[in-house]
């Protein structure tokens, strides 16, 4: 692991646990379970926090797990979140720890993610003499597959017995080099929905069209035609991704099939926007298709809302973050089309979802999120088990 760079304050708790939160890391990188067949590292996460003599409950939203540590006193409640899930990516990391459940990867760092918030509770729960009030410690299943973990999470009533007063996360950030930590205001991650569209034709020979009625010439001008959505119909500086990413249809070079199938995803930062996108997108599938004698089936899914951190919790996460690492350290990591179900947490609670620096190009730790060279720089762990410590403490102790 390398060393962390001088100017960062880790405190002598955190420190003993620098190489206990990278095996552990490791350990969980080992074995990556797709959404909702998180069992392994539930059990896992289940038995380390019983085992830290925390309140445990199990199987929410099938396979997450909350923690619960109650301080001296009564006093406020704090959500801390991780993510535990892989991806269906096969590894080429080639590091000695890669995976071994073939065809699954921990991909995005969450392996790190439950890593270091294992270690939080490991150290908090030694110092829980030291605060008043609750901590919870939400590990969630299915981050990366929709309609994910939180969503569920919060119907089944984590927010709940104890209220929680507010949410923080974190997630680690290649983007960014290690020993950095990104606190941005605001929106800092679009919402995320789908739509798929049928389009049903007449299928004939290729050879006489003219008998027929071809949907895969109509799902073209469908494609070309949503480019206008963001390009024509919404304010140019409000942005919007509209993405067909699957065009199926057909099945020999010389004939019209009968029918044609597209999906896409619509990204926004802007409620409102967003709530027009699925009558914009109709009203184009249905003028293309009726000008050129097609029919057509619709469905428009909204998935994750937009990821919004609370103006005064950002605030305050940037004051704990520049005592960790230094002010000159805290940075914008900006806003990305990408997404994150962290967003119904903080739709629910007032909060703030950091990134925490992870990338470092001398070691080769270059390459992004999701991809099956992924890794990231380890000595970014035990700066995320001291974030989110002093995070706790500080609100516990009323400084926010
Ligand atoms: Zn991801
Ligand atoms: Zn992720």
């Given amino acids: 692991m390398a060393g962390v760079a001088p100017t960062i304050a880790i405190s002598p708790e955190v420190a003993r646990l620098a190489e206990a939160v990278v095996d552990l890391r490791r350990t969980l990188h080992r074995w990556p379970e797709l959404g909702f067949h998180e069992t392994r590292t539930s059990t896992l996460v289940t038995e380390r926090l019983q085992a830290l003599g925390l309140e445990v409950r199990t199987g929410i939203a099938q396979t997450g797990v909350l923690g619960i540590l109650r301080g001296d006193a009564e006093g406020k409640t704090i959500l801390l979140r991780a993510d535990m899930d892989g991806l269906p990516i096969e590894e080429a990391s080639g590091v000695p ?8 990867m921990h991909a995005c760092g969450h392996d790190g993610h439950t890593a270091i918030l294992l270690t939080v509770a490991n150290v908090l729960a030694q110092r829980r003499r030291q605060f008043s009030g609750t901590v919870k410690f939400a590990f969630q299943p299915a981050e990366e597959l929709p309609p994910g973990g939180a969503k569920g999470m919060i119907e089944e009533g984590v927010l709940k017995d104890p209220r929680v007063d507010a949410a923080f996360g974190l997630h680690l950030w290649n983007g ?15 919402s995320v929905d789908r739509f798929d569209i ?8 290729g050879a006489y069209p003219h008998t027929g009625v071809d949907p895969i010439v109509v799902g073209s001008h469908i494609v070309a035609a949503l480019q206008t959505v963001v390009s024509r119909e919404v304010p140019p500086l409000a942005p919007v991704v509209v993405t067909v990413g699957k065009f199926q249809g057909g099945t020999a070079f010389n004939v019209i099939p009968s029918q044609a199938e597209l999906s896409g995803t619509v990204r926004t930062i802007d409620a409102r926007i967003r709530e027009e ?6 009203r184009i599938v249905r003028g293309v298709t009726s000008g050129m004698r097609a029919e057509y089936a619709f469905n428009y899914a909204f998935g994750y809302p937009v990821t919004v951190n609370d103006v005064n919790r950002a605030q305050f996460a940037r004051q704990v973050a520049g005592a960790v690492v230094g002010n000159a350290n805290v940075v914008s990591a900006g806003m990305t089309m990408g997404a994150e179900d962290m967003s119904y947490f903080l739709e629910a609670v007032p909060g703030c979802y950091l990134r925490l620096g992870s990338g470092n190009p001398d070691q080769g730790l270059i390459h992004p999120h999701h991809s099956a060279l992924f890794n990231f720089d380890e000595a970014a762990l035990p700066i995320g088990v001291e974030l989110l410590t002093q995070l706790t403490l500080a609100y516990l102790s009323g400084w926010d």
Avoid: T
Wanted: no cysteine.
């Fill in 176 to 190: 960014l080099p290690v020993g950095k930590i990104g606190v941005d205001e605001g929106p800092i991650m679009a």
């Fill in 277 to 282: 996108m699925p009558a914009r997108i109709e």
């Fill in 97 to 104: 720890y890669a995976s071994q459940n073939r065809g699954v």
């Fill in 198 to 205: 049928v389009i049903n034709g007449v299928g004939s020979h």
